[in-house]
């Protein structure tokens, strides 16, 4: 085993910490950008103007994590050409156009509507205001599929062939749609809605708590149980499909996922360990509580099937960090089960009549399950995406570049230096964040806003209207 150069481990390491702090603000701004046009839908359909106040309320929390993920989601873009040049000059051809796509198609398509749907409620129609939710909502969707199909494709390259070590592309539908990016893509979209469910009904949950606006937050905590039992199970089912594609086509990362050695005999069953802890230096597990049996079920859905192990793989040819790949992996599971247990559990308690507004805050123990929670979402994705890029190590782009030949040649003090920075002004902004997000959360909704008319394109207050007699346009907005 070779130790990593200094400047190589610096550079990972500050790409880690941008990475792992930029992807908080996008996970939320997906799924909220999908509440938000729910909740507008509801209020076009039903009139009911607590889903308009909803949207106005959830959407300043939308703007906030908006603003600090574009500010984060800047350095890493100028990282692939500082950090990593030797990968972006080798892959630009297929890795750039995807950036170039999720710039130019998807973020300029939320940025574009964003003013129309924080702004517009009452100058633009009803029609063209939802029609702006919608766009920025697509627009959040479509970054993350764009980002990750540039990942996905640095899982399973495909679609064209190197020359020279520069990939050609001869198949830009098979580039996209490699044999990763149905999973990718899906387990990480999916992810952003579940983790924003959680923390809108966490939210939700701390405001029936504290007896502020109980049946105003009641309502948007019942809609996130809708759609969480939806989401969790839809979540545990693409989870499973991605770890069994983990083990067919990256068999060291599934391997060491679950700290599993030796490569089981035809025949005979692979054990699962349960909890271990794998030392990569002893190639084997320092010690382990197995399940006899149970991984070859996993990992192949036959009780006998071959699942191959780490010693297979030259110690070099071996993801790092064993423990955190195998721990991270294990987190984000039990993550997954607690959000859908926690979804049955408050499902039940709706179903027998108690979460009404007169007695849902009596239950403590379900309401302070759902406030806890709120963390749980981003632990569940930094995890995940710990799973996702650790363990796809020594590659940059799996079975054809190492991490090592699509790094910078760079001073490791100036990486050093830069990283450090990067912390100073990520922590700024999170302690930013922290304080205006505390500040929307302590004012609450503004239960008296007036809705706008929702039709006939009026531009008109509805209460304006009202108290403007025969003369409207005097108070018009």
């Known amino acids: 085993m070779h130790a990593v150069p200094a400047s190589i481990a610096l550079s990972r390491g500050q790409f880690a910490v941008s990475t792992s702090f930029h992807?908080?603000?996008?996970?939320?701004?997906?799924?909220?950008?999908?509440?938000?046009?729910?909740?507008?839908?509801?209020?076009?359909?039903?009139?009911?103007?607590?889903?308009?106040?909803?949207?106005?309320?959830?959407a300043k929390l939308f703007l906030l994590n908006f603003g600090i993920?574009?500010?984060?989601?800047?350095?890493?873009?100028?990282?692939?050409?500082?950090?990593?040049?030797p990968f972006s000059q080798a892959a630009g051809d297929f890795f750039g156009n995807m950036l170039g796509?999720?710039?130019?198609?998807?973020?300029?398509?939320?940025?574009?509507?964003?003013?129309?749907?924080?702004?517009?409620?009452?100058?633009?129609?009803?029609?063209?205001?939802?029609?702006?939710?919608?766009?920025?909502?697509?627009?959040?969707?479509?970054?993350?599929?764009?980002?990750?199909?540039a990942n996905s494709w640095m899982q399973?390259?495909?679609?064209?062939?190197?020359?020279?070590?520069?990939?050609?592309?001869?198949?830009?539908?098979?580039?996209i749609f490699n044999s990763n990016t149905p999973w990718g893509?899906?387990?990480?979209?999916?992810?952003?809605?579940?983790?924003?469910?959680?923390?809108?009904g966490g939210l939700s949950a701390w405001y029936i708590l504290r007896n502020r606006y109980s049946a105003f937050f009641l309502k948007s905590l019942k809609l996130v149980l809708v759609l969480a039992f939806i989401v969790t199970p839809l979540q545990i089912y693409l989870g499973d499909g991605s770890g069994r594609w983990v083990f067919e086509h990256q068999p060291a990362k599934g391997a060491a996922l679950e700290g599993h050695w030796e490569t089981n005999?035809?025949?005979?069953?692979?054990?699962?360990?349960?909890?271990?802890?794998?030392?990569?230096?002893?190639?084997?597990?320092?010690?382990?509580?197995?399940?006899?049996?149970?991984?070859?079920?996993?990992?192949t859905r036959s009780p006998s099937g071959q699942v191959i192990g780490l010693k297979k793989f030259a110690p070099e040819d071996q993801p790092p960090l064993l423990p955190l790949l195998y721990y991270a992996f294990r987190v984000m599971v039990m993550i997954g089960f607690w959000f859908f247990l926690l979804m049955l559990?408050?499902?039940?308690?709706?179903?027998?009549?108690?979460?009404?507004?007169?007695?849902?805050?009596?239950?403590?123990k379900l309401l302070w399950a759902w406030v806890v929670s709120i963390p749980l979402g981003y632990v569940a994705v930094e995890c995940g995406w710990t799973v996702r890029e650790v363990?796809?190590?020594?590659?940059?782009?799996?079975?054809?570049?190492?991490?090592?030949?699509?790094?910078?040649?760079?001073?490791?003090?100036?990486?050093?230096?830069?990283?450090?920075?990067?912390?100073?002004?990520?922590?700024?902004?999170?302690?930013?964040?922290?304080?205006?997000?505390?500040?929307?959360?302590?004012?609450?909704?503004?239960?008296?806003?007036p809705a706008p008319a929702r039709r006939g394109g009026s531009l008109l207050d509805t209460r304006t209207v009202r108290e403007a007699g025969d003369h409207p346009a005097k108070e018009a907005l």
């Open 101 to 149: 796509f999720e710039g130019a198609m998807a973020f300029m398509l939320e940025a574009g509507f964003l003013g129309i749907m924080l702004f517009g409620w009452r100058r633009v129609a009803p029609a063209i205001h939802f029609f702006a939710t919608c766009m920025v909502a697509l627009g959040g969707s479509l970054s993350a599929f764009w980002i990750m199909v």
């Open 391 to 449: 363990g796809r190590q020594p590659w940059v782009i799996y079975n054809v570049m190492r991490t090592g030949a699509g790094a910078s040649a760079l001073p490791p003090a100036s990486v050093a230096t830069t990283t450090v920075l990067f912390v100073v002004i990520y922590a700024l902004l999170m302690v930013a964040f922290l304080y205006f997000a505390a500040r929307i959360i302590r004012r609450g909704p503004d239960l008296d806003m």
């Open 265 to 299: 005999p035809e025949g005979q069953a692979a054990a699962w360990s349960v909890i271990a802890w794998p030392d990569k230096a002893a190639q084997r597990n320092d010690w382990s509580v197995e399940v006899p049996g149970a991984l070859s079920l996993l990992a």
């Open 156 to 175: 399973a390259p495909a679609g064209g062939h190197f020359v020279d070590g520069h990939f050609l592309v001869t198949s830009y539908a098979a580039a």
């Open 185 to 200: 893509v899906s387990h990480m979209w999916v992810a952003a809605l579940e983790t924003s469910l959680f923390v809108i």
């Open 23 to 58: 992807i908080i603000w996008p996970v939320l701004t997906i799924g909220l950008s999908i509440l938000l046009v729910v909740l507008e839908g509801l209020w076009l359909k039903t009139g009911n103007a607590d889903y308009y106040r909803h949207a106005r309320f959830w």
């Open 345 to 364: 559990w408050s499902a039940w308690y709706w179903w027998r009549g108690k979460l009404d507004a007169d007695t849902v805050g009596h239950h403590r």
């Open 69 to 85: 993920g574009v500010a984060t989601g800047l350095p890493l873009e100028f990282e692939f050409g500082t950090n990593w040049a």
